[in-house]
């Protein structure tokens, strides 16, 4: 009876399989995706221009979360998709808790991103989603805050920028200083987790 030993092998990886799919099913761990940010100085103040032409800062939102992206309007698929699933998990939430969440893009090409550029692109994928833009320094020192990758790519009209995808969660900022980092969603973190994650730390 030799093939007894790799029949019981078998039936044992499969066992193994769906106790750890089931497990995955009854506790999706979101946490892998999303990263931890304990100890590492994440964020910070800004001062850029929002879609209507008016500065704002980091305080300009007063007692809400901040839901930041950072992209470009002409991005082909990694911003809209961002965005889209941004827009997702916002309108998961229970309605107390978006309402207490706003919603930024900020955008990495301030030559082409024009406040007027930046409403109407926004506007296409959540009514509450606000765009910013800024100086080309204003751009590049809250991209230094934020940590976020973003490199011109080729030359003239149709140049691309090479950037990160993460979203940040920040809380609110208090008494004028900005709010710290509680979440880094990855590109690959979907709707739901994102949503999740939002919800566990508002309920905190
Ligand atoms: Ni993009």
Redesign the pocket.
């Known amino acids: 009876m030799s093939y007894r030993p790799s029949v019981i092998a078998w039936i044992c990886c499969f066992v193994i399989a769906f106790v750890l799919g089931a497990l995955s099913l009854v506790s999706p761990e979101p946490s892998e995706k999303t990263v931890a940010v304990t100890g590492i100085a994440l964020g910070g103040p800004f001062a850029l221009t929002d879609q209507d032409g008016k500065n704002v800062t980091h305080a300009t939102w007063d007692n809400h979360y901040l839901l930041v992206y950072f ?2 309007t002409h ?1 082909p698929n ?2 809209p998709l ?1 965005l889209a699933k941004m827009a997702e998990a916002l309108d998961a939430l229970p309605q107390a808790q978006a309402k207490r969440i706003q919603p930024i893009f900020i955008t990495l090409d301030p030559e082409r991103d024009t406040p007027s550029e930046l409403k109407e692109y926004v506007h296409a994928f959540h009514p509450r989603l606000i765009g910013l833009t800024g100086t080309p320094g204003q751009i590049e020192s809250v991209k230094k805050a934020y940590r976020v990758y973003g490199q011109k790519q080729g030359t003239g009209a149709d140049y691309m ?1 090479n ?1 990160s ?1 993460f979203t940040y969660l920040m809380a609110p900022s208090h008494a004028g200083k900005p709010g710290e980092t509680l979440a880094v969603f990855a590109h690959e973190t979907s709707a739901r987790e994102m949503a999740q994650e939002i919800k566990n730390t508002l309920d905190r």
């Open positions: 992209g470009f991005c990694i911003c961002g920028i950037h995808g």
